[in-house]
Every structure is written in C-alpha cells, then in structure tokens.
C-alpha cells in the first residue's frame, strides 16, 4: 500500500472552553503584561500530532525555508532565524493548492475552522479585541532551528494575532519571552494553545537533539487571527 494513501485526519472535537475552570482573569493579565498567554489543556492533540506529522511529511519534498542570516557590524549581531514554513499564502498558485489539498485531506483545514470558532471567545475575552480568523499554516523546526529575539520594534501590524499549538516529537520545545528583564521559558505542552499579540518580545530556541535520541521535530500548527480594523 502506498504510504501517502494512508492519511491521518484530525478530529474536529474535544475541544475544552467552557466545561472547565478557566482562569480568563488571569490569562488577560498575563497577556497585558507580556502580550501573550498560553492557555491550558484546551484540546486533544493525540489524533492532530499523527495528522500534522503526515502532512509535514508529504510535503516535506517542496520546502519553503523561512531564513534570515545574521548581519554582524557595529559590534553587534543582527537578527537571524530558519525553519520551515508550509503555508498556502503563496506566490506560487500551484504550490498554494497543493498545500490547500494536503491539509483538507488532513481534516487541518477543518481542525483548524472549529478550534478558532471555540476559542476565538475566550482569545478576545484575554485581548479585549474583537478577531476573526483568517487561515492556518504549519511551521516546522528541525535541529537547530530557531528564531532570535524579536518583537516589538519589528511589528508594524498591531491587527495581526497567532493561535499556536505547538508540536514536539522526539524532543522539548519553549518559547521565550521578555519577563522582568530576562527572556524566560514558556515550554511546549501537548494541548495548550499559545496566543501571540502585536509588540511582544520573544524568541524561539535551537531545537536540540535529546541524548541517543532519533531526529528531533518541532511542528507549530498555527492560526493566523486578524482584529477587526
């Protein structure tokens, strides 16, 4: 049987919003505080992790590496990341349907409508912005790949949010961000969903390889949210 005939769906349920004590108080302050919050437990990624890997790997022949070189100068070392983005927002029509397709044969395209149509409440609840969403895209770190600090003097959208679930395979995964002065771990946790407002200072760390361990994989399912203008 031919591999690619075997597609892993995501599941369009278990999403937890409302049947649980969620501390929205405590999320809105966080995210007052740092612009962002990682929100607790909201789903069950088991059936999504096969479902993202699946389709990470039946396209991983047309890779669009997101990259940026460090400049040094000045004394200084400017800002630099790489990893992976499968997305179809696309200069390439026929790379944007073949992504398009991918992710539907996935059950990505409706995973991703139903999670922000249940939390879009609660991520405008926490902002105080009234959002839509927009379109889901997949990004990818291998080993070693990674994100430097940036955030808030690069943001020129203030409209422009992402609802993150983050992940891991073969590996631990974080993202830091500014807190009182030092950039500090948010860890990866299977279930949580990470929101990341407009002007927030972060960064994403080199994936590393966990000891005699296989190929470390980090893939961000991502849904792009837009504040109402």
């Known amino acids: 049987m ?9 599941p369009i349920d278990r999403l937890r919003t409302s049947d649980w004590d969620l501390d929205i ?6 995210y007052t505080a740092h612009r ?4 607790p437990q909201v789903a069950d990624v088991t059936a999504l992790k096969e479902a993202a890997l699946s389709a990470y790997r039946q396209l991983s022949d047309e890779p669009v590496l997101d990259a940026q070189e460090h400049a ?11 990893l992976l983005r499968i997305d ?3 200069d390439s029509p026929a790379h944007a349907e073949r992504v ?3 992710f539907r044969d996935h059950g990505l395209l409706d995973w991703a409508e139903h999670a922000a149509r249940h939390l879009l409440p609660v991520v405008e609840a926490i902002t105080g912005r ?7 895209f997949l990004l990818a770190y291998r080993e070693g790949d990674y994100i430097g600090p940036h955030g808030a003097e690069e943001d020129t959208d203030l409209n422009r949010f992402n609802l993150q679930f983050p992940l891991c395979y073969d590996a631990v995964g974080a993202m830091r961000i500014l807190r009182q002065g030092y950039l500090e771990p948010l860890y990866d946790r299977d279930g949580d969903a990470r929101l990341l407002g407009p002007r927030m200072w972060h960064e ?7 000891p005699d361990g296989p190929d470390p994989l980090r893939l961000v399912v991502s849904l792009r949210l837009m504040a109402h203008r």
């Open 2 to 10: 031919d591999a690619n005939s075997v597609r892993p769906k995501a």
């Open 25 to 30: 108080g405590s999320l809105r302050a966080f």
């Open 36 to 39: 962002c919050a990682q929100i």
């Open 72 to 82: 040094a100068g000045d004394g200084s070392l400017g800002y630099g990341f790489r």
């Open 88 to 90: 179809a927002k696309s």
């Open 100 to 102: 398009t397709t991918v």
């Open 130 to 136: 009234q959002l839509h969403y927009g379109r889901v």
């Open 204 to 210: 994403v760390p080199p994936l590393l390889r966990l």
